[in-house]
């Protein structure tokens, strides 16, 4: 089953490149995922807010083009912005002016829709702890082999998230959320990224391994809307997520673009706010890793008649790992380095009996002996001697 | 009366013992009127497995019980049943040995009044003769250990059985007339729970009573008699809470115990009278309020005690009575203690006035007190007002059979001296009030 998992992954880009197949096979091993998920969560509600709900649905749309499924999307949009009342062209959510793209057509499926969007079902979804009632499209089934993609937008500040006007989601609870994720074997790596006003406060407290972190604005900044349509009457987007998706819309399945590409997504000049970005977690280098690791779910499969010989290239690609890499805490990326994770909890204290101390022994049964002498009399003593 | 009471003994330890075995036992032992946080058996266990674990059995809010209980428990935790009946069967021959001795004396004292011809003449039914008074204490010891509250309280393994069992030593030891013994157990007591302090006057009227010192504030030799029991009652407290710091090495005990009694931080419902008040109480008043009703328990010391100081046996009952209705975590094993003397008084009924209401009450609050506990917590549709209610009318009646006993206790006094049938001074029938 591995084996046939690695040989499709290593044709992909065998295709994408020359024939040269050793060459290509060496990256793949470089990324060690095997399935994508994407968590995409719009957290405010009322018509003001369209451009949160146009945000959530344009990265969607993206990344159901690039191929994740619905399946292994799972949708949150807090409300419902294409059936409101004051909008002027219902079922329709458009993230461009002049109503160019409707991103809400008749294949959105919502997972969690209106007040089903609060910071106890997300963490649920997140680290899985969901009642054994709900249906699977509202999971997030991914396993230790899976990349995810988990993009919010909202209203935040700095280091907190909104949900619906009356909760919040704090750095530290998203960090440790992640943690449990990453103890769980929930991911393999994710790419975190935050739409909000001081959005870079939120990945400032994670400290679990393999993730990688953008937001929109630095603390102290806020992020702003891009564009608002007249005919609507609210804003359509916010600045980063529109330029962010008109650089995915120049991505396509065999695309070889990598994350740094994806940092320089909206300068200071076109955002007004500072982007930031995190990646001191991230065990591989970002240059490495595909916007197609994230964003897509690539699936191609190419047959060769050649054999190639894995071993060695495992051994290479973890040297190249090694040498990049050195600087950082984390072990290479070996099975059993990942034995330190394996046991996540202490181990509980060993079950050491409890003595009294033997002071305390001896001076009770030394007072009870002298307040029984002292009632009966000394002449019980000679029992005892 | 030894096998009697041998035979009493075998049917109690057999119907606990069946019921041990029974479902019940784990009912029970989650009922808030039978365990309160100071005597849960859950607790007992939970602060031992702390201690396991290396860990301070008296962090947290757990573990509410002196050192001594750990010490105790950490080697008979297995035995725990043999435990809690062994106390309640050492509690029951404790009193039947005092009451027995305490109709000895009732008896000479009463056979020397009717030769000096203290009697009047009329009051010559009101005098006791050693016929009825000879099953008094088979029927204290099966008014203690067949009472439902003792063997609920029992199966629930509380703690209260190991404090009803030192009390009773004490009481045991003070009839005796040993005074280092009563002082000891006394600072035992006190050492489990603070409120038999109050026994403290009692117990120095008895003993000086006994030894024919005069109480008369006056003499020097009733002072130095206090002076000598103060300092053995003082002297072991200091010795047992010292010891018990030695226990665990810190002094963390002190508030977690006695911090815990008298500052009633923990408001779960019992059939006392904190809860209610405490969980409705402003911050600002919490204070004043704790303080007042913690006075409220050890006032009526001074009172009773001047008033009934040529009786200290009975105000040895009142004093307990008082302490189980007005102390901060009461159980129904504190209630079955001073139940338990209600035979030695028995000759009393002739001017008991409300024994048919008490009862009464007292049944049928003791049958609500799960109902309402049900509809409140279970099915929702009462609330903490009706259990509480409940609770007050337990409370009231208990006053109420205390008070009813000390009334009729205080009439028959004035009808020995001063004759049954009362005249005024034109000869009309009189009647006796107390006011």
């Known amino acids: 089953m591995k084996i046939l998992t690695f040989f499709s992954l290593f044709s992909t880009f065998l295709s994408a490149n020359s024939i040269n197949v050793e060459e290509n096979a060496g990256q793949f091993f470089s990324s060690g995922h095997t399935n994508n998920w994407a968590v995409l969560v719009c957290t405010s509600r009322f018509w003001f807010n369209y451009r949160h709900v146009a945000n959530t649905l344009s990265v969607y749309r993206s990344v159901k083009r690039l191929g994740i499924p619905d399946s292994h999307i799972v949708l949150m949009l807090a409300d419902d912005m294409a059936c409101n009342h004051r909008n002027p062209k219902p079922a329709t959510v458009f993230s461009h002016k002049n109503m160019e793209l409707n991103v809400y057509g008749d294949d959105v499926e919502v997972d969690y829709r209106g007040y089903e969007v609060t910071v106890e079902n997300f963490l649920r979804v997140l680290t899985g702890r969901l009642p054994p009632s709900t249906p699977r499209s509202k999971r997030l089934l991914s396993d230790d082999r899976s990349n995810i993609l988990i993009y919010l937008t909202g209203h935040g500040g700095n280091g907190f998230l909104k949900f619906q006007d009356s909760e919040e989601i704090s750095n530290v609870e998203l960090a440790d959320a992640f943690e449990q994720m990453w103890q769980k074997r929930r991911y393999n790596e994710l790419l975190f990224i935050i739409d909000t006003c001081q959005g870079a406060s939120m990945y400032e407290r994670f400290y679990s391994p393999n993730l990688m972190a953008l937001a929109s604005s630095q603390v102290g900044e806020d992020s702003l809307s891009h564009q608002p349509d007249l005919a609507i009457g609210v804003h359509l987007m916010d600045r980063y997520t529109f330029y962010l998706l008109e650089f995915l819309e120049d991505i396509h399945p065999a695309s070889k673009a990598n994350m740094k590409d994806l940092f320089k997504v909206c300068p200071k000049s076109q955002c007004v706010s500072t982007p930031g970005h995190r990646t001191d977690l991230f065990l591989r280098d970002p240059g490495s890793a595909l916007i197609t690791d994230f964003f897509g779910s690539v699936r191609k499969v190419e047959i060769t008649m050649e054999t190639i010989n894995l071993t060695d290239l495992i051994k290479e690609a973890e040297q190249k790992n090694i040498h990049t890499t050195a600087n950082l805490q984390f072990p290479p990326l070996h099975l059993s380095s990942f034995l330190p994770y394996l046991t996540p909890y202490p181990q509980k204290p060993k079950q050491k009996d409890w003595h009294p101390p033997d002071g305390f022994i001896l001076g009770l049964w030394t007072l009870i002996l002298l307040v029984f002498f002292k009632t009966y009399g000394i002449k019980h003593l000679k029992h005892i001697f | ?435």
């Not at chain 2, 403290?200 to 002076?227: D, E, G, H, K, T």
Request: charged fraction near 15%; aromatic fraction near 18%; glycine fraction near 2%.
């Open chain 2, 1 to 435: 009366m030894a096998a009697p009471l041998t035979l009493l003994l075998i049917v109690a330890v057999t119907i606990r013992a069946a019921l041990y075995r029974s479902s019940l036992a784990d009912l029970i032992s989650e009922r808030v009127e039978v365990v309160s946080p100071l005597t849960a058996w859950k607790r007992v266990v939970e602060g031992l497995a702390l201690l396991d674990l290396g860990v301070s059995p008296y962090s947290g809010d757990v573990f509410h019980e002196t050192p001594l209980i750990i010490y105790f428990f950490h080697f008979l935790v297995d035995y725990a049943e043999i435990t809690f009946m062994l106390a309640d069967v050492i509690t029951a021959v404790a009193l039947y040995m005092t009451v027995k001795d305490y109709n000895k004396q009732v008896f000479r004292k009463q056979k020397y009044a009717l030769e000096a011809d203290r009697y009047p003449l009329d009051c010559l039914e009101l005098i006791r003769s050693p016929k009825e008074m000879y099953y008094i204490p088979l029927k204290v010891a099966m008014f203690y250990l067949l009472n439902p509250f003792t063997i609920l309280s029992c199966v629930a393994k509380s703690t209260c059985g190991l404090n009803n069992a030192v009390i009773a030593l004490f009481i045991l030891s003070t009839i005796k007339g040993n005074v280092l013994l009563s002082a000891v157990f006394l600072s035992l007591a006190t050492y489990q729970s603070i409120y038999p302090l109050t026994l403290c006057a009692a117990a120095l009227l008895y003993l000086m009573q006994r030894q024919y010192i005069p109480v008369n504030y006056r003499r020097a030799s009733f002072w130095w008699f206090i002076a000598q029991y103060a300092f053995m009652y003082l002297g072991s407290l200091f010795v047992i809470v010292c010891l018990s710091f030695f226990l665990l090495g810190s002094w963390d005990y002190l508030p977690s115990v006695y911090g815990f009694i008298l500052s009633v931080p923990d408001l779960t419902p019992n059939i006392g009278l904190f809860w209610y008040f405490f969980a409705e109480m402003f911050e600002h008043f919490r204070l004043f309020f704790l303080c007042v009703f913690q006075i409220n328990v050890f006032f009526y010391t001074i009172p009773l005690s001047i008033k009934l100081k040529e009786h200290p046996v009975f105000l040895i009952f009142m004093q307990l009575a008082v302490i189980s209705i007005f102390k901060s975590y009461p159980t129904v094993g504190d209630i079955a203690l001073y139940l338990a003397f209600l035979p030695v008084w028995s000759h009393l009924h002739r001017f008991l006035r409300n024994i048919f209401l008490v009862s009464c009450v007292l049944l049928a609050c003791s049958a609500l007190f799960p109902v309402l506990w049900h509809l409140w917590i279970y099915a929702g549709s009462a609330n903490s007002n009706f259990y509480y209610a409940i609770t007050l009318l337990f409370n009231v009646a208990q006053i109420l059979l205390v008070s009813d006993y000390f009334y009729a206790f205080l009439r028959r006094e004035h009808h020995l001296t001063y004759g049954l049938y009362l005249k005024r001074k034109d000869g009309s029938e009189a009647t006796l009030v107390l006011k």
